[in-house]
C-alpha cells in the first residue's frame, strides 16, 4: 500500500512513520509539512492512502482534499477537533484524535485494505466541514501544480463557463472546476449577488448600472467591464445599492 504522509509537525510526521514501519505492506512514498506540497505530492506520487493532518497552515486537510480530489484514501487525522468528527463517521471515512495509539492506527490502516470510501463520501465530508466554516474567505484553485489563493474580497466577479467557472479579482482570471451554483452558495450573500444566470458580482466592484437596450440592463465594474443583468437581477442589485 502506497502511502503519503501530510502533517505541518515533524514530531507527528516522525511517529506515523514509526507506527507504519511496523507494517510490511506499507511503503511510504513521501512526506509533506504543509498542504500545498500534499497537493502536489498526490498528483505526482499517487499514493493509496494519505494521513492527512485537519489543522496545519496556508491550507487545510479539507482544503488539500478539494484541491487534490477523492482518489486515494484519506484518513483524517486531528489533535482536538470536535465539529467535523461526526461527519466522517456518518460519511464512513476514517480519523485518528491525536494523539492516537499503534493499536488505532493499525485498525485505520486494516479499514483502508478492507474498504476504500467513495469519492462522494469524501466530498461530503469536505461539504459539512466548509459548511461549518462559515462563508468563504478565500477561493482555492488549482492550475496545473501550481495553487491559487484567492482573497474572496478581492474578486471583483465569476462567469460560468459549464463545469467551471472563470474567477476575476485584481485584473486576473483564473478558471476553476466548479458549478457557479455551488461557488454561490459557498460566498456571503451580503457582498456578491446573482445577478444573471451566468454571472455572480462582488457589489463592492459596480460602479453604476446602466441600461444596454430598451428593457435591459447591465453593471459597469470599477474597472471597466460590463455584465449583462437579468430582471430579477436587477431588483437584487437595486435592493443591495440602495
Avoid: W
Amino acid at each position: 500500500m502506497r502511502v503519503l504522509i501530510v502533517d505541518d509537525e515533524h514530531l507527528a510526521r516522525a511517529l506515523l512513520r514509526e507506527y507504519l514501519a511496523a507494517h510490511a505492506d506499507v511503503d511510504i512514498v513521501g512526506e509533506c509539512a504543509n498542504g500545498f506540497e500534499a497537493v502536489k505530492a498526490i498528483g505526482e506520487l499517487d499514493p493509496e492512502l494519505v494521513f492527512l493532518d485537519i489543522q496545519m497552515p496556508k491550507l487545510d486537510g479539507f482544503e488539500v482534499v478539494e484541491l487534490a480530489g477523492g482518489k486515494p484514501h484519506y484518513v483524517f487525522a486531528t489533535a482536538y477537533d470536535q465539529y467535523a468528527l461526526k461527519a466522517f463517521e456518518v460519511h464512513a471515512i476514517d480519523y485518528l484524535l491525536k494523539p492516537f495509539s499503534r493499536e488505532r492506527l493499525a485498525q485505520a490502516l486494516e479499514h483502508a485494505r478492507s474498504r476504500r470510501p467513495q469519492q462522494a463520501q469524501v466530498e461530503a465530508v469536505v461539504a459539512d466541514a466548509a459548511q461549518r466554516r462559515g462563508y468563504l474567505e478565500r477561493v482555492l484553485i488549482k492550475d496545473g501544480a501550481r495553487v491559487h489563493v484567492v482573497p474572496s474580497c478581492s474578486i471583483d466577479h465569476i462567469e460560468a463557463q459549464d463545469d467551471y467557472v472563470q474567477v476575476t479579482a485584481a485584473g486576473k482570471a483564473y478558471l476553476k472546476n466548479q458549478r457557479l451554483s455551488e461557488l454561490e452558495a459557498q460566498l456571503d450573500p451580503q457582498v456578491f449577488i446573482r445577478i444573471h444566470r451566468s454571472y455572480i458580482v462582488n457589489v463592492g466592484a459596480i460602479a453604476r448600472i446602466e441600461p444596454a437596450s430598451k428593457d435591459n440592463y447591465c453593471a459597469v465594474l470599477k474597472d471597466g467591464s460590463k455584465l449583462p443583468i437579468s430582471r430579477s437581477g436587477y431588483q437584487k442589485v437595486r435592493d443591495m445599492m440602495r
